[in-house]
Each structure stands twice: as C-alpha cells, then as structure tokens.
C-alpha cells in the first residue's frame, strides 16, 4: 500500500531557530515529491519539487533533500518566523501523472516568541 | 505562476439545502481539476477527478449524486453539496493540474469552509 509518513506530528520552536521536517514513503513507482506549506483554513501551497534524481532543492529558507534509495525525504527551515507556523505536507506522486498523489498528514509546526 | 481561485472561502447553510463552490484557474486552463476533503488536523482525501467536458471520476465511498461536479469550461469547476447535513460539514478544496515540460503541477485553491446547520 502506497503511504507516505511524516514526522514529527506536531513541532514548536522559537523564533529564529532551524528545525527539520521528515517524510518517509513507501510509494512507488515514484515520480517526484512535493513539499507544501499549509495555513489554517486556507489551501495547500507549493514549496518545493523534486524528481527521483534530484536530491536537493531549496526556495528562499526552505531547502527540501530527498534520498530516493532509503525512500526519504526531509524539510529544513532555517532562521524560523512565526508565520511559518502552518502545517507541512508532503506529497508523493506516482508516474503516469494524473492525480496519482498520496499526502502525509503533515506536521504541525508552530513558532513562538 | 498558476492560481486557482475558489469561492466562498466561507459558507453557512440550513439542513436540506444545496451549496455551490465554484473553482477557477485564472491565468492559464486546466483541462483536469480535482475536489479535496479535509478534516481537522486531517491529510486531504481525493472525493472526486473533474475532467472539462466529460463525467467527473469519483473515489470509492463518495457519492456522486450528493456531490455534484461540472466542469463545463476549461477555467471553471463547481461542486454542489445537495441536500446538505451537518455530516457534510468540512474544509473543501479544489486543485488545477498544469503541466510544464511533462511533469504536471498541482495548484490549490484556498479553500472551502462549509458549516451546515
């Protein structure tokens, strides 16, 4: 069964400081992976995209790498702000394109004073 | 880039009535659009693949004839919720699938809070 998990659930951390999201799947054939950035009550907005031979890809704070043999992939956020606060999804996508999408259940994150 | 305006963001409506959501991609067409459900603090849950001018595909469990999709142009999806209830009660969100260079990309809408009362 095609999944994709994500960890940790829920994160807080202070202003100013990094912190790494991870994304473990089991989807396959695989043929790229999303990483979006979700606000509460809005929809789901693209961070990054990466294809099976790409193994790092950055978008102003966020730099997304993925390992394709150990199925992985992790999001890091440097020099937090509180509006990163959001949730983070990530979003692995079949080949044949379509909407051949599984999404993780995100994590939670939240950036204190 | 691509954007994909839905409205209402927000609606409210009595037991029994139907509501509309309409979906739109404003700077490009999508030939394939796609309706989300989302539950709190839940991952979204395909409910249906809308396709301009044909039946919209529909994922097991969900039932078409209570959501109704029509995508009758290649800028503009709408979902109905008939006969709505309390149950139906969610977060509704559509996407426009573009394409760029083979891969496709996924642009969402923001969103549709319905509360049925």
């Known amino acids: 069964k095609n999944q994709v998990e994500q960890s940790p659930q829920s994160l807080i951390i202070l202003e100013g400081k990094n912190c790494t999201l991870q994304?473990?799947?089991?989807?396959?054939?695989?043929?790229?992976l999303r990483w979006y950035k979700q606000d509460t009550g809005r929809g789901p907005v693209s961070l990054t995209i990466?294809?099976?031979?790409?193994n790092t890809k950055s978008n102003g704070r966020y730099t997304a790498t993925l390992d394709a043999d150990t199925k992985q992939s992790s999001l890091h956020i440097t020099a937090s702000q509180l509006s990163d606060s959001a949730s983070y999804i990530c979003?692995?996508?079949?080949?044949?394109?379509?909407?051949?999408?599984?999404f993780g259940t995100g994590t939670q994150l939240k950036v204190e004073l | 880039g691509a954007v994909v305006s839905q409205h209402p963001s927000r609606v409210i409506c009595k037991s029994g009535t139907s509501v509309k959501i309409e979906c739109r991609s404003l700077?490009?067409?999508?030939?394939?659009m796609f309706w989300y459900r989302q539950f709190p603090k839940q991952s979204l849950m395909l409910m249906a693949t809308?396709?301009?001018?044909?039946?919209?595909?529909?994922e097991q469990g969900v039932e078409k004839d209570k959501f109704l999709i029509n995508h009758a142009s290649l800028t503009l999806s709408t979902l109905t919720v008939t006969s709505a209830h309390p149950e139906d009660s969610s977060f509704y969100i559509c996407?426009?699938?573009?394409?760029?260079?083979?891969?496709?990309?996924?642009?969402f809408g923001s969103g549709t809070r319905l509360t049925v009362v």
């Open positions: 979003v692995v996508s079949l080949t044949g394109g379509g909407n051949k999408l599984t």
């Open positions: 700077d490009f067409q999508a030939t394939t």
């Open positions: 990466m294809t099976f031979s790409e």
């Open positions: 809308s396709n301009e001018g044909s039946k919209a595909t529909y």
């Open positions: 994304c473990n799947y089991t989807v396959s054939p695989f043929s790229n």
């Open positions: 996407s426009a699938q573009t394409q760029d260079r083979g891969d496709y990309g996924y642009t």
